[in-house]
């Protein structure tokens, strides 16, 4: 089983240099890296006894690499060997240059250590990857890679100690070529790999990853600077607005949508129905006179109103009570949308800029930074994300997205898989709830509503936001396989939490 995402503080993600801190904090006060490596080694053996048989039958092999990983795998495999199962080590380099915690680690242990031979790796019922760790820090090539290749075409179940050798526990890419594992044990906490994609599929999948308890205090989190976080509810639970008994709907706020022209009519209806049920207090569809009839025929919850220039919708937002606009989905794209979205910034109320808002202030450059201090979300693509940003390379998303984040100073929602929202101030949030059949048409158009819906509620942005992308993963997830877009808006108001 994975982490409980309702514990307190599950959500804290660390980096491999903020678990190296964490690490040296623990050493510094009281408990030796020896303790923290017995601790480690045994809890990797203990999970290990749950993918055996409990007969004691199969093979085990450990692999050991040079660095303090290979020592936990050191532990696990006397662990293993005094419970009664057959195992023995691989090393991958050589024991007599294994140096500090590992080298004291590997010292007890007098079970068999064999020559690597794929062969046996590949029909071995269990391995257990303790070659690298938090210290990769280049592509796994020649050999090593073999070796690695072995074990995925193998038929052995895998058990990765700390992260699948190969992965990088920063970003979640595999450098050079990587361990698929079954189950992952990590320590303290899952590390930011352990949650972007491809890591989280290498690692296991969510509920496969183990977070232990190796006796490092909390206290540590009080000398590192944690800026990254798992999208759960232990991270904003504290943002969700409750309404009390005698509330009015005008404490929930009012979304204003800006709508288009057709094909694309649809687009907005969604983002102002996603914005209602996400709890905002009313909802508005502002649109060119051309499509009034047909939006207000089509809906009944939203109230419809028409414009035809940015003065129009200036005379619409005189209403201050509207205090959230969205403004992208179905819009058009053209110099009239980047028009209509300056006028909009310039009134100052809470933002979100999706789909055809984006590609428009990308073909003109605007500066968003300008409107620094106001609460403006982007919600990208990838496609969309390269448009507006075609300096920022996309091979380490979630550094993208805070480059991104920190050059506008908006938040930033880069979805994908692993939807990431990052703050200007360097905070960012990664999800790992949605399923991949809520990759349909409009389902960005409901997310933009969603944020939209919970942003009127007047909680703090990152916080806001990071629920939002939570609910549309929840919704996709409650409304099940075969959705469609419209098929998000109950599902949102049973996925409330
Ligand atoms: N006491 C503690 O702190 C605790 C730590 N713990 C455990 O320690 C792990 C971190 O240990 P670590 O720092 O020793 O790094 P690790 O992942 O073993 O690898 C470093 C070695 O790999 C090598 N290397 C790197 N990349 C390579 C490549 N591509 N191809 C080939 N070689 C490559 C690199 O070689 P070099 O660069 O020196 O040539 C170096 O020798 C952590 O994940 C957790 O499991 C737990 O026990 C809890 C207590
Ligand atoms: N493989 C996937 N697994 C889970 N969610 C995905 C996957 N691919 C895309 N998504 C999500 O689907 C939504 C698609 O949004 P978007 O690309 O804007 O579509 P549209 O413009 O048609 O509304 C985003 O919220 C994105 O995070
Ligand atoms: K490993």
Redesign the pocket.
């Given at each position: 089983m994975g982490l409980d995402p309702r514990l307190p503080e599950s959500h804290i993600l660390l980096s491999p240099h903020q678990m190296?801190a964490a690490?040296t904090w623990a050493m510094q006060n009281g408990t030796s890296?020896i303790t923290?490596?017995e601790r480690?080694g045994k809890s990797v053996a203990e999970v290990a006894t749950e993918m055996m048989p409990h007969n004691g039958d199969g093979t085990i092999i450990v692999l050991c690499?040079?660095?303090?990983?290979?020592?936990?795998g050191y532990v696990a495999a006397r662990y293993l060997a005094e419970w009664g199962y057959t195992v023995s080590v691989m090393p991958i380099s050589d024991i007599m240059a294994l140096k500090g915690?590992?080298a004291i680690m590997a010292r007890p242990w007098i079970g068999r250590t064999r020559p690597m031979d794929l062969n046996a790796l590949k029909s071995a019922d269990l391995v257990i990857d303790a070659m690298?760790?938090?210290?990769?820090?280049?592509?796994?090539e020649g050999d090593?890679a073999a070796v690695i290749e072995a074990v995925n075409e193998g038929s052995a179940v895998v058990l990765a100690?700390?992260?699948p050798s190969g992965l990088s526990g920063a970003t979640g890419q595999v450098?050079?070529t990587a361990i698929q594992a079954d189950t992952s044990v990590t320590?303290f906490s899952y590390k930011p790999g352990h949650i972007l994609t491809p890591g989280r599929y290498y690692s296991g999948g969510i509920d496969n990853i183990h977070v232990v308890d190796?006796g490092i205090s909390r206290d540590c989190l009080a000398d590192i600077q944690v800026n990254t976080y798992w999208n759960t509810a232990s991270l904003w639970q504290g943002a969700v607005f409750h309404p009390g008994p005698s509330s009015h709907k005008y404490d929930r706020g009012h979304v204003l949508v800006l709508g288009g022209r057709e094909p694309a009519l649809g687009a907005s209806r969604l983002a102002s129905l996603a914005a209602l049920r996400s709890g905002c207090g009313l909802s508005t569809l502002a649109c060119p006179s051309e499509s009034y009839s047909i939006q207000a025929t089509a809906l009944t919850d939203v109230m419809v109103r028409r414009y035809d220039s940015s003065f129009g919708l200036l005379s619409i937002m005189a209403d201050k009570r509207i205090n959230t606009i969205v403004a992208g989905p179905g819009l058009g794209v053209g110099e009239k949308t980047t028009e209509t979205i300056l006028a909009v910034l310039n009134e100052r109320r809470r933002t979100v800029l999706d789909a055809d808002a984006l590609t428009s202030l990308a073909r003109q450059m605007v500066q968003l930074s300008d409107y620094s201090g106001q609460d403006i979300v982007l919600t990208p693509h990838d496609g969309e994300f390269k448009k507006m940003f075609p300096d920022i390379s996309l091979d380490d998303r979630l550094s993208a997205a805070r480059q991104a984040a920190r050059q506008t100073d908006c938040v930033i929602v880069l979805k994908g898989v692993s939807t990431i929202v990052a703050a200007p101030d360097g905070r960012a949030s990664i999800a790992s709830n949605a399923p991949a059949w809520l990759s349909v048409a409009g389902a960005g158009d409901v997310l933009a509503g969603i944020i939209a819906g919970v942003l009127a509620q007047g909680l703090p942005l990152f916080e806001s936001v990071s629920y939002a992308v939570w609910l549309h993963g929840k919704s996709g997830e409650v409304a099940g396989r075969g959705l469609i877009a419209s098929d998000l808006l109950p599902a949102i108001a049973k996925s409330l939490p």
């Open positions: 190296y690490d890296g923290l490596m480690a690499g040079p660095g303090n990983n290979g020592g936990d915690d590992a690298f760790g938090a210290g990769l820090d280049r592509d796994i090593i100690v700390d992260l450098q050079g320590f190796i």
